[in-house]
């Protein structure tokens, strides 16, 4: 079970650098414009990416955090897509060192919408990249919209096959 966490984790955090490091060239006006998406602009999205996995990371280290780490942020999107970039790099480091009993754990931590919850760890961990990997989608369908043409395959099996070479 570690190998399978471990492996998405790599993929998540491959996806989130590759798709980033794209987005970070955008400029200000153009990440900020707003379109119809589930957060209405790219920089949005990607504080939502960032808000989430680093909430669910600090789950699994056994902290709830009281609000979302984005509520105090006021850099650029590039920076935006650091935040995002560094906490995929923590998540998978975090999944990496857990022994195999720890997937199977069961956590108890609090949510800010309906507060004390139990969760076993992988399935909180399968949540979240599942959860970036959505929003990911989003990004590309939002970028495409603004007239962004090269956008990097973040595809699993792409990943697989690159880290198969």
Request: proline share 4%; hydrophobic share 40%.
């Amino acid at each position: 079970m570690k190998r399978t966490w471990t492996n998405l984790a790599r993929y998540n955090c491959w996806a989130n650098e590759r798709l980033t490091a794209v987005i970070s060239e955008l400029p200000e006006p153009v990440a900020n414009q707003e379109i119809v998406s589930s957060f209405p602009s790219v920089k949005l999205t990607l504080l939502h990416i960032w808000d989430a996995e680093l909430l669910w990371l600090k789950r699994l280290q056994g902290v709830s955090l009281p609000c979302f780490p984005s509520a105090d942020f006021s850099g650029n999107t590039a920076e935006a897509c650091e935040n995002v970039v560094a906490t995929s790099r923590e998540f998978q480091a975090f999944v990496e060192v857990q022994p195999e009993a720890f997937f199977q754990k069961t956590l108890s931590f609090k949510t800010m919408s309906f507060g004390a919850q139990q969760q076993r760890a992988f399935e909180i961990i399968q949540h979240c990249l599942n959860h970036s990997t959505y929003h990911r989608g989003q990004l590309v369908t939002m970028t495409r919209q603004l007239g962004l043409e090269k956008i990097p395959s973040t595809d699993f099996i792409y990943f697989l096959r690159q880290e198969a070479k």
